[in-house]
């Protein structure tokens, strides 16, 4: 039962509140504009992709915008991405991204038609144009997300405009800020044979209020190296995880339902901490 996969990437300290911010971007239809915790950013245009939506063959096009207030996704190489796309399940790789609320245009034909702004890092941007592989993996995660978010089909036949790089007028758009708001904190034990500890472990849930979008799990694990040491399994409302050899324990109960074939973990070597982000089912309370 034990996805190694959510153990595959090992975090410098800066990536660890990366993670923290991919998993607060994904809320943005939900920010409060005058919420404190939240910034307001103007994204630089980068390109327009033209598709349609399904069955209705509706006109959509796609503002691919970048900003330096997004943050970057772990480094990727050519033959990383290459990997990545040819593996059974390449949403692994999260790319932190901001998607605006759909706003009607009209085309160079005076035909209605919808637009969707997305904004990713712009350093990460730079890089796609520069490579046409990065360039469809960058189009295509951008689809899924809207997708994903307005529970939309667009159609993967799409076209890159050549001489329009945004269609409308670039909007601003609220960025969330970290907000961790500890929900549970669970103190470690002696468990089991005298060898073995329970770690210590935080939940938290974001957004802070409303029903959460994202259970987070912030395990700390002092000595130990590397992740290849890790056993995980998420279940559907439990998280077991064990460091070997004997060296950590935790097998606990958490409060909501989660997708656990969309939950992904990263282990930070400078702050030995584990964290592991859950989406929350919306079956859950």
Not at 134 to 159: A, C, H, M, P, T
Request: aromatic fraction near 6%; charged fraction near 20%.
């Amino acid at each position: 039962m034990t996805d190694s996969s959510l153990l595959n990437s090992e975090l410098e300290l800066q990536q660890q509140e990366e993670l923290y911010q991919q998993m607060l971007l994904q809320t943005m239809g939900k920010l409060q504009s005058e919420s404190p915790d939240s910034t307001l950013i103007r994204p630089q245009p980068g390109l327009c992709v033209k598709t349609f939506s399904e069955p209705g063959k509706q006109k959509v096009f796609i503002n691919i915008c970048q900003s330096t207030s997004v943050p970057p996704p772990p480094d990727l190489s050519r033959e990383e991405l290459v990997q990545l796309l040819q593996s059974e399940d390449p949403s692994g790789y999260r790319v932190p991204m901001s998607l605006g609320e759909p706003h009607a245009e009209t085309d160079n034909n005076s035909q209605g038609c919808t637009a969707y702004d997305v904004v990713i890092n712009q350093d990460f941007f730079q890089k796609s144009q520069k490579d046409p592989l990065f360039q469809q993996f960058v189009i295509l995660v951008s689809v899924e997300g809207l997708e994903n978010k307005y529970s939309l089909e667009l159609n993967r036949d799409w076209k890159v405009l050549k001489n329009r790089k945004f269609l409308g007028s670039v909007s601003e758009q609220n960025i969330r800020m970290k907000s961790r708001p500890v929900i549970q904190e669970l103190q470690p034990q002696e468990n089991g044979p005298a060898c073995v500890k329970r770690p210590e472990c935080s939940l938290l849930v974001e957004p802070p209020t409303g029903h959460p979008e994202y259970l987070i799990a912030e395990i700390k694990l002092p000595g130990v190296s590397s992740s290849r040491s890790l056993v995980l399994d998420v279940g559907e409302d439990r998280l077991v995880l064990t460091a070997r050899p004997s060296l950590y324990h935790l097998d606990i109960f958490h409060p909501f339902l989660v997708d656990q074939d969309n939950s992904v973990a990263q282990y930070n070597k400078s702050t030995q901490i584990l964290t592991v982000t859950m989406p929350v089912g919306s079956s859950g309370p």
